[in-house]
């Protein structure tokens, strides 16, 4: 099995839930309203985002191109709640802030740069015609447990079990192929995480 362990900025998932109901959990609307649940896969004007939000955190796995010469973003970690439809990723180098409004996912650096793009990336735009939403997959392992989407993920202490059901989402930064970013839960007691995918059956997907 690949390592999933991609060289890029480190953030920690802050995960509460302790156990996970066997039943399906309620997949994300149709984008609307002042602010709304982003979780699903996003194309945008420099490339696509996957968005997944639990617990007051927004995991995001992000890349694209921008600029004349075509420069390369590409990064995975966790923002955190800074208020309605407001979450922050924060580095050494900077803070992206990610925000929805009306059916639109905005990033934007709005300190320092965005590490994991560098200088001079001009933010992006996702609208909801670009939204696909997570897909349903079933845990077909005894057991798989969440790790952290960071440079170097480690086991969140929290798991599933065989015949729960996740929501779940394609990563899009490079060295990622063989886990999905994935949410167990529902309402407020939601975790979200890398899950390995063949711990899981996602059909089709």
């Known amino acids: 099995m690949q390592d999933p362990r991609p060289s890029l900025p480190a953030a920690l998932l802050a995960a509460s839930?302790?156990?996970f109901p066997a039943a399906v959990p309620a997949a994300a609307g149709p984008p609307g309203g002042p602010a709304f649940d982003p979780s699903?896969?996003?194309?945008?004007r420099h490339g696509p985002l996957a968005i997944m939000v639990a617990g007051g955190t927004l995991t995001f796995s992000y890349t694209g191109a921008f600029g004349p010469d075509?420069?390369?973003c590409d990064g995975i970690g966790v923002a955190r709640s800074?208020?309605?439809g407001s979450w922050a990723y924060a580095d050494a180098e900077g803070t992206v802030t990610f925000t929805t409004r009306g059916g639109t996912v905005t990033m934007a650096a709005t300190k320092g740069i965005a590490s994991f793009c560098g200088a001079g990336w001009p933010g992006d735009t996702f609208r909801k015609d670009g939204w696909k939403p997570p897909f349903g997959c079933?845990?077909?392992a005894p057991k798989a447990?969440?790790?952290t989407a960071s440079a170097s993920p480690d086991e969140t202490g929290e798991s599933v079990s065989k015949g729960d059901v996740v929501e779940a989402v394609g990563l899009v930064n490079e060295g990622t192929p063989g886990w999905l970013l994935a949410r167990a839960g529902k309402d407020?007691?939601?975790t979200a995480g890398l899950l390995e995918r063949d711990a899981l059956d996602c059909g089709d997907e």
Do not use: K, Q, Y
Request: glycine content about 18%.
């Open 82 to 84: 800074t208020g309605e």
């Open 145 to 147: 447990s969440f790790l």
């Open 70 to 72: 075509a420069r390369m």
């Open 40 to 44: 699903g896969v996003w194309t945008g």
């Open 17 to 19: 839930l302790a156990a």
């Open 138 to 140: 079933t845990v077909v």
């Open 188 to 190: 407020g007691r939601r």
